[in-house]
């Protein structure tokens, strides 16, 4: 029960902005999971959560087909070979980074309106503006196959800065990149990982219906309170990875 409390808290927080598998790997860990394994099958399980969070802010994907097409392609390159530096390398080579990275977004989320104010104001050309966006995008989904929390508030971060569309909109579209990454990653892990697929049943059918009532809720919310939440979410995401 434990475990499906967990997943049910990480689906609703993945919806409104990610992270969430900073309740659920720390879940995976107490029950005697280790380390790679929990990770493992939390991707794994996290992914129908992801899906049910992409049902719910379908209304605020309309207009997004295109421009989401191109980045999720970034997205599961990305995820592939985050995917494969998980199995090949040491474990906790992004462990100095990773918290760097986190804090990083937190500021662009912060400072997201007066960034894209001066993207705009410079007159960025399309093709300048795509580059960045797709290796952003790229490299957000190999730190989401590696490890993937808060890989939301670095994809929120990035769009804010780059994308002139509305934080809800922003929020819509990242749930779909973080979609791509987690599915992309769980198909390498399914083959190549060991599963521990009872957590991923549990973790499964919380996320599924966290993620539908975050998605429910989360779209209510009003920019401010959102960047609030992605904002504070993410610094004790930083946190917890430093003194993990």
């Known amino acids: ?8 808290a990480a689906g609703a927080i ?49 207009g997004q087909r295109g421009r989401l097409v191109r980045l999720g392609l970034a997205s599961c390159a990305g995820a592939l070979a985050g995917a494969w530096a998980l199995l090949a390398l040491p474990p906790g080579v992004f462990k100095v980074v990773v918290p760097a990275l986190i804090i990083s977004a937190c500021v662009l989320v912060v ?16 093709a300048e503006h795509g580059a960045l966006l797709f290796g952003g995008v790229f490299l957000a989904g190999a730190y989401g196959g590696y490890f993937g929390a808060a890989q939301g508030v670095l994809v929120i971060g990035l769009l804010g800065v780059l994308l002139t569309e509305g934080l ?4 819509a579209g990242k749930n779909v990149l973080v979609m791509i990454v987690n599915g992309s990653a769980a198909i390498v ?4 990982a060991h ?7 549990l973790v499964a059918a919380g996320s599924t219906a966290g993620g539908l009532l ?15 939440i992605v904002v504070v979410i993410g610094v004790i995401a930083a946190v917890k990875l430093i003194f993990f």
């Not at 892990?189 to 190549?192: A, E, G, H, K, Y």
């Not at 599963?195 to 049943?201: P, Q, S």
């Not at 975050?214 to 609030?228: D, E, K, W």
């Open 1 to 8: 029960m434990a475990i499906l409390a967990a997943a049910l």
């Open 14 to 62: 993945n919806a409104v902005v990610g992270s969430g598998s900073l309740i659920t790997f720390p879940t995976l860990l107490a029950f005697g999971y280790p380390p790679v394994v929990a990770n493992v099958s939390n991707n794994v399980g996290l992914v129908p959560g992801n899906v049910s969070s992409v049902f719910g802010y379908r209304e605020e994907l309309a």
């Open 111 to 126: 400072l997201q309106p007066r960034l894209s104010a001066r993207v705009a104001a410079r007159g960025m050309d399309r």
């Open 168 to 171: 809800q909109r922003i929020n």
């Open 189 to 192: 892990f399914v083959i190549f």
């Open 195 to 201: 599963v521990a697929w009872i957590a991923v049943a």
């Open 214 to 228: 975050g998605a429910r809720f989360g779209r209510r919310l009003p920019p401010l309170a959102l960047r609030i």
